[in-house]
């Protein structure tokens, strides 16, 4: 996935800080500046926040008809 222009280079620190409450809905944005293995069908998909664990945010996805829960940064979330 490639950022425009003005997205290139340093990240934010308000990206990577941001605050996401609990049961908010997300959508899975992978952040190509910071190292993650994410398995790339998750990629785009949208679910919702569960809980926390540490400055990891818990993310509920359904996988077809099975719920599954990923531990992801807060940088890969992007409100709905």
Do not use: C, W
């Not at 997205?7 to 959508?27: P, Q």
């Not at 569960?50 to 400055?55: A, D, F």
Request: proline letters at 2%; aromatic letters at 6%; zero cysteines.
């Amino acid at each position: 996935q490639r950022k425009r222009v003005r997205e290139k280079g340093k990240l934010g620190l308000s990206s990577y800080f941001k605050n996401i409450d609990d049961g908010a809905n997300v959508a899975l944005v992978t952040d190509v500046g910071v190292r993650a293995s994410f398995p790339k069908r998750l990629k785009g998909m949208s679910g919702k926040v569960s809980g926390t664990r540490g400055r990891f945010k818990l993310v509920e996805i359904r996988d077809g008809n099975k719920l599954k829960t990923f531990i992801v940064h807060p940088i890969h979330l992007k409100k709905l």
